[in-house]
Protein backbone atom coordinates (compact mmCIF):
# COMPACT_ATOMS: atom_id res chain seq x y z
CA UNK A 1 0.00 0.00 0.00
CA UNK A 2 1.33 3.59 -0.94
CA UNK A 3 1.99 5.71 1.80
CA UNK A 4 0.37 9.33 1.32
CA UNK A 5 2.69 12.05 -0.05
CA UNK A 6 3.97 14.28 2.05
CA UNK A 7 3.29 17.68 1.65
CA UNK A 8 6.49 20.09 1.32
CA UNK A 9 6.15 23.50 2.29
CA UNK A 10 7.83 26.65 0.74
CA UNK A 11 9.03 27.22 4.63
CA UNK A 12 11.14 23.86 4.44
CA UNK A 13 12.93 25.00 1.48
CA UNK A 14 13.58 28.04 3.26
CA UNK A 15 14.84 26.64 6.10
CA UNK A 16 16.90 24.13 4.72
CA UNK A 17 18.71 26.23 2.27
CA UNK A 18 19.11 28.98 5.02
CA UNK A 19 16.89 32.03 2.85
CA UNK A 20 13.45 33.98 3.17
CA UNK A 21 10.13 31.90 2.48
CA UNK A 22 9.72 35.34 0.67
CA UNK A 23 12.76 34.46 -1.70
CA UNK A 24 11.88 30.91 -2.21
CA UNK A 25 8.12 31.72 -2.87
CA UNK A 26 9.41 34.46 -5.66
CA UNK A 27 12.03 32.37 -7.32
CA UNK A 28 9.40 29.09 -7.62
CA UNK A 29 7.00 31.47 -9.02
CA UNK A 30 8.82 33.39 -11.42
CA UNK A 31 8.11 36.47 -9.89
CA UNK A 32 11.16 38.22 -8.81
CA UNK A 33 10.25 41.51 -9.49
CA UNK A 34 12.87 44.38 -8.14
CA UNK A 35 14.56 41.46 -6.03
CA UNK A 36 18.03 40.70 -6.58
CA UNK A 37 19.29 37.13 -6.22
CA UNK A 38 22.00 34.93 -7.35
CA UNK A 39 22.04 33.01 -9.93
CA UNK A 40 23.72 30.43 -8.15
CA UNK A 41 21.23 30.47 -5.46
CA UNK A 42 18.15 31.01 -7.32
CA UNK A 43 19.17 27.51 -9.30
CA UNK A 44 19.58 25.35 -6.36
CA UNK A 45 16.52 26.97 -4.86
CA UNK A 46 14.70 25.18 -8.09
CA UNK A 47 16.84 22.05 -7.88
CA UNK A 48 15.69 21.47 -4.18
CA UNK A 49 12.12 22.09 -5.45
CA UNK A 50 12.00 19.78 -7.96
CA UNK A 51 13.60 17.15 -5.57
CA UNK A 52 11.15 17.21 -2.88
CA UNK A 53 8.67 17.08 -5.55
CA UNK A 54 7.48 20.78 -4.34
CA UNK A 55 4.06 21.84 -5.97
CA UNK A 56 2.11 25.17 -4.98
CA UNK A 57 -1.10 25.34 -3.13
CA UNK A 58 -3.44 27.06 -6.04
CA UNK A 59 -6.05 28.34 -3.81
CA UNK A 60 -3.37 29.43 -1.36
CA UNK A 61 -1.91 31.42 -4.39
CA UNK A 62 -4.71 32.88 -5.50
CA UNK A 63 -5.58 34.42 -1.81
CA UNK A 64 -2.19 36.17 -2.48
CA UNK A 65 -3.70 37.50 -4.94
CA UNK A 66 -6.96 38.74 -4.34
CA UNK A 67 -8.41 36.07 -6.09
CA UNK A 68 -10.74 33.03 -4.82
CA UNK A 69 -9.18 30.12 -7.50
CA UNK A 70 -12.37 29.84 -8.75
CA UNK A 71 -14.31 29.98 -11.89
CA UNK A 72 -18.23 29.81 -12.22
CA UNK A 73 -20.02 27.83 -15.04
CA UNK A 74 -23.60 28.75 -15.04
CA UNK A 75 -25.02 26.28 -17.93
CA UNK A 76 -28.90 25.76 -19.18
CA UNK A 77 -29.26 22.11 -19.94
CA UNK A 78 -27.54 20.96 -22.96
CA UNK A 79 -28.17 17.82 -25.28
CA UNK A 80 -30.96 15.02 -24.95
CA UNK A 81 -30.50 12.17 -22.57
CA UNK A 82 -27.93 10.17 -23.28
CA UNK A 83 -25.71 12.52 -26.01
CA UNK A 84 -23.66 13.06 -23.25
CA UNK A 85 -22.94 16.58 -24.52
CA UNK A 86 -22.52 18.19 -20.79
CA UNK A 87 -20.41 15.30 -19.58
CA UNK A 88 -17.51 16.10 -22.95
CA UNK A 89 -17.86 20.05 -22.25
CA UNK A 90 -17.63 19.44 -18.37
CA UNK A 91 -14.58 17.34 -19.53
CA UNK A 92 -12.65 19.95 -21.30
CA UNK A 93 -13.66 22.24 -18.44
CA UNK A 94 -12.37 19.83 -15.86
CA UNK A 95 -8.36 19.40 -17.31
CA UNK A 96 -7.97 22.77 -18.25
CA UNK A 97 -9.01 23.78 -14.49
CA UNK A 98 -6.73 21.80 -12.99
CA UNK A 99 -3.92 22.76 -15.49
CA UNK A 100 -4.35 25.83 -13.83
CA UNK A 101 -4.75 24.70 -10.30
CA UNK A 102 -8.83 26.18 -10.24
CA UNK A 103 -12.14 24.95 -8.88
CA UNK A 104 -15.09 24.81 -10.46
CA UNK A 105 -18.58 26.81 -8.94
CA UNK A 106 -21.18 25.09 -11.13
CA UNK A 107 -25.24 26.15 -11.46
CA UNK A 108 -27.92 25.04 -13.77
CA UNK A 109 -30.68 27.48 -14.65
CA UNK A 110 -33.80 26.65 -16.62
CA UNK A 111 -35.30 30.74 -17.11
CA UNK A 112 -34.01 33.90 -16.34
CA UNK A 113 -35.67 34.16 -12.80
CA UNK A 114 -33.48 31.22 -11.67
CA UNK A 115 -30.28 32.62 -13.58
CA UNK A 116 -30.84 36.17 -11.99
CA UNK A 117 -30.99 34.19 -8.13
CA UNK A 118 -27.47 32.74 -9.09
CA UNK A 119 -26.25 36.41 -10.12
CA UNK A 120 -26.08 38.12 -6.89
CA UNK A 121 -23.19 40.27 -4.93
CA UNK A 122 -22.70 36.02 -3.96
CA UNK A 123 -20.98 35.75 -7.10
CA UNK A 124 -18.52 38.41 -6.47
CA UNK A 125 -17.45 36.30 -3.22
CA UNK A 126 -16.77 33.36 -5.47
CA UNK A 127 -15.44 33.47 -8.44
CA UNK A 128 -12.69 35.27 -10.43
CA UNK A 129 -14.54 34.90 -13.75
CA UNK A 130 -17.58 33.08 -14.97
CA UNK A 131 -18.68 30.91 -18.02
CA UNK A 132 -22.49 31.10 -19.23
CA UNK A 133 -23.39 28.18 -21.70
CA UNK A 134 -26.44 26.52 -22.82
CA UNK A 135 -29.33 28.50 -24.48
CA UNK A 136 -29.69 32.04 -24.59
CA UNK A 137 -32.57 33.86 -23.63
CA UNK A 138 -33.23 37.92 -24.03
CA UNK A 139 -33.75 38.37 -20.34
CA UNK A 140 -30.51 36.63 -19.77
CA UNK A 141 -28.53 37.87 -21.95
CA UNK A 142 -29.13 41.98 -20.74
CA UNK A 143 -28.07 39.96 -17.49
CA UNK A 144 -24.98 38.88 -18.62
CA UNK A 145 -23.97 41.91 -20.21
CA UNK A 146 -24.82 43.72 -16.61
CA UNK A 147 -22.36 41.31 -15.02
CA UNK A 148 -19.90 42.34 -18.03
CA UNK A 149 -20.05 45.98 -17.48
CA UNK A 150 -20.00 45.78 -13.60
CA UNK A 151 -16.17 44.37 -14.23
CA UNK A 152 -16.61 40.73 -13.89
CA UNK A 153 -14.90 38.54 -16.58
CA UNK A 154 -17.37 36.75 -18.50
CA UNK A 155 -16.86 34.03 -21.69
CA UNK A 156 -20.40 32.77 -22.98
CA UNK A 157 -21.05 29.54 -25.22
CA UNK A 158 -23.88 30.41 -27.51
CA UNK A 159 -25.21 29.36 -31.04
CA UNK A 160 -27.78 32.23 -30.87
CA UNK A 161 -28.33 35.56 -30.01
CA UNK A 162 -24.54 35.79 -27.81
CA UNK A 163 -24.44 38.84 -25.87
CA UNK A 164 -22.91 41.89 -27.08
CA UNK A 165 -19.31 43.05 -26.22
CA UNK A 166 -18.66 39.70 -24.89
CA UNK A 167 -16.29 36.92 -26.23
CA UNK A 168 -18.40 33.39 -27.18
CA UNK A 169 -16.75 30.11 -27.81
CA UNK A 170 -18.72 27.43 -29.59
CA UNK A 171 -18.69 24.58 -31.91
CA UNK A 172 -19.70 25.53 -35.63
CA UNK A 173 -23.14 24.49 -36.01
CA UNK A 174 -23.16 25.95 -39.68
CA UNK A 175 -20.57 23.08 -40.44
CA UNK A 176 -22.29 20.44 -38.89
CA UNK A 177 -24.79 20.74 -41.23
CA UNK A 178 -22.61 21.60 -44.05
CA UNK A 179 -20.07 19.03 -43.89
CA UNK A 180 -22.89 16.42 -42.80
CA UNK A 181 -24.89 17.22 -46.32
CA UNK A 182 -21.53 16.99 -48.46
CA UNK A 183 -20.63 13.96 -46.91
CA UNK A 184 -23.96 12.37 -48.29
CA UNK A 185 -23.30 13.86 -51.58
CA UNK A 186 -20.33 12.50 -51.38
CA UNK A 187 -21.25 9.28 -51.20
CA UNK A 188 -23.67 9.43 -54.19
CA UNK A 189 -26.85 11.20 -52.65
CA UNK A 190 -29.03 13.12 -55.31
CA UNK A 191 -32.04 14.03 -52.89
CA UNK A 192 -30.97 13.95 -48.76
CA UNK A 193 -33.43 15.16 -46.67
CA UNK A 194 -32.89 17.39 -43.93
CA UNK A 195 -34.68 17.46 -40.28
CA UNK A 196 -35.37 21.66 -39.34
CA UNK A 197 -35.32 22.17 -36.13
CA UNK A 198 -36.10 26.25 -36.22
CA UNK A 199 -38.10 27.82 -38.46
CA UNK A 200 -35.60 30.91 -38.69
CA UNK A 201 -32.08 30.88 -37.89
CA UNK A 202 -31.34 27.65 -38.14
CA UNK A 203 -27.36 27.41 -38.60
CA UNK A 204 -26.96 23.48 -39.67
CA UNK A 205 -30.40 24.46 -42.41
CA UNK A 206 -27.74 27.06 -43.84
CA UNK A 207 -25.26 24.72 -44.05
CA UNK A 208 -27.15 22.11 -45.64
CA UNK A 209 -28.23 24.69 -48.11
CA UNK A 210 -25.25 25.82 -48.62
CA UNK A 211 -24.06 22.50 -49.45
CA UNK A 212 -26.62 21.65 -52.23
CA UNK A 213 -26.09 24.50 -53.72
CA UNK A 214 -22.08 24.05 -54.07
CA UNK A 215 -22.62 21.03 -55.41
CA UNK A 216 -25.54 22.09 -58.01
CA UNK A 217 -27.83 19.87 -56.27
CA UNK A 218 -31.64 21.52 -56.92
CA UNK A 219 -33.58 22.11 -52.95
CA UNK A 220 -36.62 20.51 -53.36
CA UNK A 221 -38.64 22.46 -49.99
CA UNK A 222 -40.34 19.08 -49.51
CA UNK A 223 -36.85 17.61 -48.34
CA UNK A 224 -37.07 19.91 -45.33
CA UNK A 225 -38.64 17.78 -43.04
CA UNK A 226 -40.75 19.16 -40.11
CA UNK A 227 -43.17 18.21 -37.01
CA UNK A 228 -46.52 19.60 -37.00
CA UNK A 229 -45.41 22.97 -38.26
CA UNK A 230 -44.25 24.03 -35.61
CA UNK A 231 -40.48 22.41 -36.13
CA UNK A 232 -39.04 19.18 -34.46
CA UNK A 233 -37.13 18.47 -31.24
CA UNK A 234 -33.79 15.59 -30.79
CA UNK A 235 -35.02 13.07 -29.74
CA UNK A 236 -35.83 9.53 -30.82
CA UNK A 237 -39.23 9.92 -31.43
CA UNK A 238 -39.27 13.49 -33.28
CA UNK A 239 -37.36 10.94 -35.94
CA UNK A 240 -39.70 8.41 -36.12
CA UNK A 241 -42.61 10.97 -36.54
CA UNK A 242 -40.92 13.28 -39.07
CA UNK A 243 -39.68 10.21 -41.46
CA UNK A 244 -42.96 7.93 -41.14
CA UNK A 245 -45.03 11.00 -42.41
CA UNK A 246 -42.50 11.61 -45.15
CA UNK A 247 -42.83 8.22 -46.30
CA UNK A 248 -46.69 7.88 -46.05
CA UNK A 249 -46.82 11.06 -48.36
CA UNK A 250 -44.52 9.38 -50.62
CA UNK A 251 -41.27 11.75 -50.63
CA UNK A 252 -38.73 10.56 -52.51
CA UNK A 253 -35.13 11.17 -50.62
CA UNK A 254 -31.99 8.63 -50.81
CA UNK A 255 -30.10 10.43 -47.67
CA UNK A 256 -31.04 11.77 -44.03
CA UNK A 257 -29.13 14.82 -42.51
CA UNK A 258 -30.21 14.89 -38.91
CA UNK A 259 -29.32 17.27 -35.89
CA UNK A 260 -29.04 14.79 -33.23
CA UNK A 261 -28.09 11.22 -33.53
CA UNK A 262 -31.45 9.99 -31.90
CA UNK A 263 -33.02 11.48 -34.38
CA UNK A 264 -31.17 9.50 -37.02
CA UNK A 265 -31.35 6.45 -34.94
CA UNK A 266 -35.13 7.11 -34.57
CA UNK A 267 -35.60 7.42 -38.52
CA UNK A 268 -33.07 4.29 -39.36
CA UNK A 269 -35.76 2.13 -37.17
CA UNK A 270 -38.69 2.93 -38.61
CA UNK A 271 -36.59 2.45 -42.64
CA UNK A 272 -35.56 -0.82 -41.71
CA UNK A 273 -39.25 -1.83 -40.72
CA UNK A 274 -40.42 -0.66 -43.93
CA UNK A 275 -37.64 -2.88 -45.49
CA UNK A 276 -35.52 0.18 -46.96
CA UNK A 277 -31.79 -0.65 -46.70
CA UNK A 278 -29.50 1.56 -44.97
CA UNK A 279 -27.28 2.73 -46.34
CA UNK A 280 -28.16 1.08 -49.86
CA UNK A 281 -31.44 2.74 -50.20
CA UNK A 282 -30.92 5.92 -48.13
CA UNK A 283 -27.64 7.01 -46.31
CA UNK A 284 -27.93 8.54 -42.68
CA UNK A 285 -26.02 10.81 -40.41
CA UNK A 286 -26.09 12.10 -37.38
CA UNK A 287 -24.82 15.30 -35.21
CA UNK A 288 -22.86 15.05 -31.73
CA UNK A 289 -21.37 11.86 -32.22
CA UNK A 290 -23.26 10.45 -28.87
CA UNK A 291 -22.59 6.67 -27.54
CA UNK A 292 -25.56 5.90 -29.71
CA UNK A 293 -23.70 5.59 -32.42
CA UNK A 294 -21.88 2.66 -31.25
CA UNK A 295 -24.87 1.15 -29.96
CA UNK A 296 -27.10 0.80 -32.71
CA UNK A 297 -27.52 -2.18 -34.48
CA UNK A 298 -26.38 -0.13 -37.74
CA UNK A 299 -23.66 1.49 -36.44
CA UNK A 300 -24.84 5.47 -37.27
CA UNK A 301 -22.30 8.30 -38.95
CA UNK A 302 -22.45 11.33 -37.36
CA UNK A 303 -20.46 14.72 -37.06
CA UNK A 304 -19.21 16.09 -33.99
CA UNK A 305 -19.67 18.90 -32.01
CA UNK A 306 -16.39 19.22 -30.48
CA UNK A 307 -17.49 20.03 -26.93
CA UNK A 308 -15.03 18.67 -25.14
CA UNK A 309 -12.52 21.34 -26.70
CA UNK A 310 -14.81 23.93 -26.41
CA UNK A 311 -15.20 23.19 -22.71
CA UNK A 312 -10.81 23.68 -22.81
CA UNK A 313 -11.08 27.46 -24.72
CA UNK A 314 -13.64 28.59 -22.36
CA UNK A 315 -11.57 27.64 -19.71
CA UNK A 316 -8.15 28.94 -20.71
CA UNK A 317 -9.67 32.17 -22.56
CA UNK A 318 -11.51 33.04 -19.10
CA UNK A 319 -8.06 32.79 -17.07
CA UNK A 320 -6.48 35.06 -19.68
CA UNK A 321 -9.57 37.22 -19.42
CA UNK A 322 -8.15 37.54 -15.50
CA UNK A 323 -5.52 37.90 -16.28
CA UNK A 324 -6.02 40.83 -18.30
CA UNK A 325 -5.76 39.49 -21.82
CA UNK A 326 -8.86 40.33 -23.39
CA UNK A 327 -10.40 37.39 -24.99
CA UNK A 328 -11.50 36.54 -28.73
CA UNK A 329 -14.97 34.94 -29.75
CA UNK A 330 -13.79 31.37 -31.36
CA UNK A 331 -15.34 29.29 -33.53
CA UNK A 332 -14.59 25.13 -33.19
CA UNK A 333 -14.24 22.98 -36.24
CA UNK A 334 -16.98 19.71 -36.19
CA UNK A 335 -15.27 16.98 -37.62
CA UNK A 336 -17.64 13.94 -39.64
CA UNK A 337 -17.21 10.08 -38.19
CA UNK A 338 -18.17 7.99 -40.57
CA UNK A 339 -19.76 4.85 -40.19
CA UNK A 340 -21.89 2.27 -41.67
CA UNK A 341 -25.26 4.00 -42.25
CA UNK A 342 -23.81 6.46 -44.97
CA UNK A 343 -20.58 3.63 -45.78
Known sequence: MNKPRK???IKDIAIELGVSNSLVSKVISGNLGTTKVRPDLQEKILKRAKELDFRPNPLSSALKRGRFGA???????IGVPG??????LLIGMSKSLNQHGLRLWLQFYEDSKQFMEFCNQEIYRSVDGLIVAGSAQSETRSLIENLHKEGLPVITSFHHDPASGIANIVYNA???????????????????????IRRDDDLRQQGYLDAMKEANLPVDPSLLLEGMGSGIDYRFLAGRTVITKALDNG??????????????????????ERNISVPNQVRVIGTDDSPTCTASTIQLSSVTAELQEVGGRLVNSLVQYIDGKKPESQLITPTVIER???R
Do not use: M, W
Request: glycine fraction near 8%; proline fraction near 3%.
Open 251 to 272: LQFDGIVAQSDQQAIGAINVLR
Open 340 to 342: ESS
Open 174 to 196: YLQGKLATAHLIEKGCKRPAFFC
Open 83 to 88: SELFNK
Open 7 to 9: TVK
Open 71 to 77: IGLIVHP
